[in-house]
């Protein structure tokens, strides 16, 4: 017999997040106020690092580029955890690529009039040659502390949706509710625990773009207690640009449409397709048999 499912839906992060919870022992009630804590989790990361509130803590480390700043400790986990990312892939993954991302119009704005500017490949080949690298932020571990480059910019767009479906995991599944079987979506990027209605494993239908333009459903995956992340070039697509670059030239990537990737936390399985996808073909460059991820190109 199908079990009672429970969904609610809010906006954050530009995304819509809907999360779904299948009815056990639980009263409605206590589950409501789960789902709500857990949509807290999104508010709060959102407020606590976005670029785009000047008194947010990723704003104040942005804009002390150069000295150095005293962090909290989930800051300074997410930074290192970008730069672990980084350094595991050559640089494919950079924090510090807004930059390019900005001169295309990527901005509190979204001021994509920037794109007609006729000096627009000028401005980012320049800006290419004379960026400050990634592996030059410096970390004081003891002192909670981190130092960026003068004129050094970092951002969490390639992990933050993702950890904010992980700290909206804890919520829903820590000791205050231990809720069993339920389902996060945020705009395509999941995360699963245990099973359906059904009492099957959550289904998922993986989305691409076809060569007509349409997004279709290219197949489906089962979760089995774990979490799933896309990047398209599609998704997020202005005209010729998107917002996958490469940062050697601040190039948008175009060898791939879509690709997924299969990991147990949704910050791996984020941070992981934003780098994939940015590395091309150059994918068969890496040794992944000692991470627990898969990935799937479309």
């Known amino acids: 017999m199908e079990k009672e499912i429970i969904i609610r839906d809010k ?26 804590e857990a949509f807290g989790e999104f508010d709060r990361i959102v407020k606590t690092y976005t670029r785009f509130n000047e008194n947010s803590e990723l704003s104040n480390l942005n804009r002390k580029n150069g ?20 350094n595991k892939t050559d640089g494919a993954f950079d924090p510090t690529i807004i930059d390019f991302l900005e001169i295309y119009g990527y901005d509190k704005n979204y001021d994509f009039s920037k794109l007609e500017n006729p000096e627009l490949d000028n401005l980012v080949n320049d ?14 571990k003891k002192a909670q502390k981190v130092k960026l480059q003068k004129d050094q910019k970092i951002d969490l767009g390639g992990i933050g949706k ?16 231990q809720l069993k079987n339920f389902l ?17 494993l ?18 489906m995956i ?4 774990q979490a799933l992340a896309c990047s398209g070039s ?3 697509k202005v005209k010729q640009f998107h917002h996958l670059i490469t940062p050697a030239t601040g190039k948008p990537q175009n060898i791939f449409k879509t690709i997924y990737v299969l990991a147990d936390t949704a910050t791996e399985a984020d941070g992981w397709a934003t780098a994939l996808f940015v590395l091309g073909k150059d994918i068969n460059q890496l040794d992944l048999s000692t991470l627990k991820i898969k990935y799937f190109v479309l």
């Not at 530009?14 to 009630?29: C, F, Q, S």
């Not at 995360?191 to 099957?200: H, V």
């Not at 959550?202 to 997004?215: D, P, R, S, T």
């Open 234 to 236: 599609w998704a997020r």
């Open 202 to 219: 959550w289904n998922i239908g993986l989305k691409h773009e076809n060569e007509k333009g349409e997004q279709i459903i290219h197949s």
């Open 162 to 177: 993702g950890y904010a479906i992980d700290c909206a995991y804890s919520k829903l599944s820590g000791d205050k509710f």
């Open 67 to 86: 000295e150095w700043v005293e962090v909290s400790s989930e800051f300074l986990l997410l930074i290192e955890k970008m730069l672990e990312l980084a």
């Open 127 to 140: 800006r290419a040659k004379s960026r400050p690298n990634w592996n030059e932020i410096e970390l004081d």
């Open 184 to 200: 996060i979506d945020a705009g395509g990027d999941l995360r699963a625990s245990g099973r359906n209605s059904r009492n099957e």
């Open 222 to 225: 089962p979760l089995d207690n």
């Open 11 to 36: 906006n954050f992060m530009n995304t819509l997040i809907t999360i779904k919870v299948v009815k056990d022992k639980e009263t409605t009630v206590q589950i409501l106020d789960a789902i709500e």
